[in-house]
């Protein structure tokens, strides 16, 4: 039986666990593919702020959010009456991950913020704010897992 996945005869893994692995997993397709596309327009020598990217980063985004969306409806449709159930343990975990994934909005808006006012390009500015929205949500969803499997102090 694998410990990793908890795939094995009887294995149950929290509905919530589930939805940060999902929330990690997008994330980091999503800025994959957002900076595999923005990259590779900038392959042909154009400088990196002059690479068309409002059009990616929005369709990756989008993305995202549907794939995110769609990836939990059909975890809940793998065992409906857990997507409703959330013990204190569940609740606990979640308020944890999310005050740990804050940290890094917080620091995505002082850098965009920092870089607005020296005058960088917009691209600069979007790309930190992205940036530390990805970050975010690998960080609270690390955070997360690591609570459900390791377990975690309640203060």
Same mark, same amino acid.
Request: proline share 3%; aromatic share 10%; glycine share 12%.
């Given at each position: ?61 989008? @993305? /995202?959010? $549907? #794939?995110? +969306? &769609?990836?939990?409806?059909? !975890? ?6 857990? *997507? ?23 620091? @995505? /808006?002082? $850098? #965009?913020? +920092? &870089?607005?006012?020296?005058? !960088? ?6 790309? *930190? ?27």
């Amino acid at each position: 039986m694998s410990k990793f996945f908890y795939t094995g005869a009887g294995a149950v893994v929290a509905f919530e666990e589930k939805r940060a692995w999902i929330m990690g997993v997008v994330a980091i397709v999503g800025y994959a593919v957002y900076l595999a596309v923005v990259l590779g327009r900038s392959g042909d020598g154009t400088p990196l702020a002059e690479v068309p990217y409002i059009t990616p980063l929005l369709w990756t985004v989008g @993305g /995202a959010i $549907a #794939a995110a +969306i &769609l990836l939990n409806i059909a !975890a809940a449709l793998t065992r409906p009456g857990e *997507a409703d159930v959330k013990d204190q343990r569940d609740k606990e975990i979640g308020r944890i991950g999310e005050h740990a994934g804050q940290s890094f909005l917080a620091i @995505g /808006a002082v $850098a #965009a913020l +920092i &870089l607005s006012m020296a005058g !960088a390009d917009r691209f600069w500015i979007s790309n *930190a704010l992205y940036l530390g929205f990805v970050l975010s949500a690998v960080l609270g969803s690390a955070v997360k897992l690591a609570a459900y499997r390791q377990g975690f102090q309640s203060w």
